[in-house]
């Protein structure tokens, strides 16, 4: 597909419209409006344009990667977040993408390093606000499974998929009691962070391609991030998928693989 006369995956295009759609419906739940996340989007796109256009010499390209960067960055961190906060996320997650890399690909989840950088200097939380349940007949229930699309396009759906089984499984398990009520599954299920596993695990460049070694990669991380919540680790998510990135480049730089 091309747009502008440029090449543009069908995944990139999938995952600004659902990333931009679910902030705009849960910026509207929580009245708020998140010029956050607008900045932390313009940010990220201008350093990219700047990086390929005088680092890489390459002529002026729609920045498809800077502005889905900025809206992870945005919507994880809180929806309200100060906008220096988005901008030293934005900048080192746009950085690392083009100067932390082996064989031309990144090592590191470009807005996971900017957020575990930027959120302690502010002593913030991840918030993930985009997250925000809605009420449907009284019901609360949160329309991230959707970006189950993603997960799809990016051909890394067995990765997100056996992260969010494994979180089930784990969850049951420690809690023997939930399998046996349909509402306390149903709470269980709806507590998945599906924009963690459909959005962030699936990255192409970070994470296995090999159907098996995706499976092994999704249920690892689940277990690294139960242990880092246990042990009161702080952004438990975005540390286990950055130690995720970290295993699976030592792999490719052992294998040899691209």
Excluded at 13 to 20: H, K, M, R
Excluded at 135 to 161: C, D, M
Excluded at 166 to 171: G, Q
Aim: include cysteine; proline fraction near 6%.
């Amino acid at each position: 597909m091309k747009i502008l006369n440029q090449p543009v995956s069908s995944m990139y295009l999938w995952t600004i419209a659902l990333l931009s759609i679910l902030a705009a419906m849960s910026a509207y739940i929580l009245h708020s409006l998140p010029l956050a996340l607008l900045l932390s989007v313009a940010v990220a796109a201008l350093v990219e344009l700047l990086v390929r256009r005088l680092h890489l010499r390459q002529p002026p390209r729609v920045p498809y990667s800077g502005i889905i960067t900025g809206l992870i960055i945005g919507t994880v961190a809180p929806v309200n977040a100060p906008f220096l906060l988005v901008i030293v996320a934005a900048v080192i997650a746009m950085l690392s993408k083009f100067f932390l890399q082996y064989k031309g690909s990144n090592i590191l989840n470009p807005a996971s390093i900017g957020l575990i950088v930027s959120l302690p200097l502010f002593s913030l939380g991840d918030e993930w606000w985009i997250a925000s349940n809605y009420n449907l007949f009284g019901i609360a229930i949160t329309l991230t499974p959707v970006l189950v699309i993603l997960g799809y396009e990016a051909k890394r759906l067995p990765a997100a998929l056996s992260f969010t089984a494994a979180s089930i499984v784990i969850a049951i398990a420690l809690n023997p009691g939930a399998g046996a009520s349909a509402q306390a599954l149903l709470s269980i299920i709806f507590g998945i962070n599906y924009v963690f596993a459909f959005v962030m695990l699936v990255e192409p460049k970070t994470s296995p391609s090999a159907y098996s070694s995706q499976a092994v990669y999704g249920a690892g991380l689940a277990l690294a991030y139960l242990a880092l919540a246990y042990a009161r680790i702080p952004y438990p998510l975005l540390v286990c998928l950055l130690m995720g990135n970290v295993a699976y480049a030592a792999y490719r730089w052992r294998t040899g693989r691209r």
